[in-house]
Every structure is written in C-alpha cells, then in structure tokens.
Nanobody, 127 residues
C-alpha cells in the first residue's frame, strides 16, 4: 500500500502563499495520478487539482485556476501544491491522494477513485 505524508500547511494572511508537499512511499510513484482535495467544516470534500503520472498534464477546479499550481518530482516521490493569492475561502484541510487509474479529466475529479490518502494538512487564511 502507498503511504502519503503531507506537510506545508499553516496560517497565512489573505494574499499570501503556501506550498504543500506530499511525499509517497515506495518506488512506483510515477505510476500514480496524484490529486488534491480540500474539506472545510460543514462542507463536502472538494476537488482542487490533479496531475498526471509524468507531470505533463494538470487539472484544476475553477475557483483556484490562476492561483494554484500542482507539480511533481518523481525522483523525489513528491507532489506539490503551490498556492498563491490565498483567500479566506481557501481555508480547509487539504488532502493529497493517489490513484493508479488512467488520467481522464472526468474521473480524476471524483474522490472515490483515489485508493490512497494523506492524513491532511490544515490551511488557514485570515482576512
């Protein structure tokens, strides 16, 4: 099984930036599509971003386009979420997740296809 360890969350003022990291165990990281989800209190889990196995294709939810960027370094078994121009509504617990299914723009937005999840990291954006 894949073990995912997240880091980089914290408290930041509106307009600031944070970079989340998610490191995976094992030597087959490049065989996984990686996704980012977030969940705020009282709200449903929301798709944020995803990146394909090679890192050449990304997908984002509309609310973060132009502000967030996901990337990966397969040599380090790590995926990143760079978050700029943060807003209070970005406040949530952020989760990384991994799936070994093929990358399709429709499927990768669904939390149910991800078999492996990190424990989450809190991001709080103050006004």
């Amino acid at each position: 099984q894949v073990h995912l360890v997240e880091s980089g969350g914290g408290l930041v003022q509106a307009g600031g930036s944070l970079r989340l990291s998610c490191e995976a165990s094992g030597r087959t990281f490049s065989s996984y599509v990686m996704g980012w989800f977030r969940q705020a209190p009282g709200k449903e889990r929301e798709f944020v971003a995803a990146i394909n196995k090679s890192g050449g294709t990304t997908s984002y939810t509309d609310s973060v386009k132009g502000r967030f960027t996901t990337s990966r370094d397969n040599a380090k078994n790590t995926v990143y979420l760079q978050m700029n121009s943060l807003k209070p509504e970005d406040t949530a617990v952020y989760y990384c997740a991994a799936t070994n299914v093929i990358f399709t723009t429709n499927a990768i937005t669904s939390w149910g296809i991800y078999a492996y999840w990190g424990q989450g990291t809190q991001v709080t954006v103050s006004s």
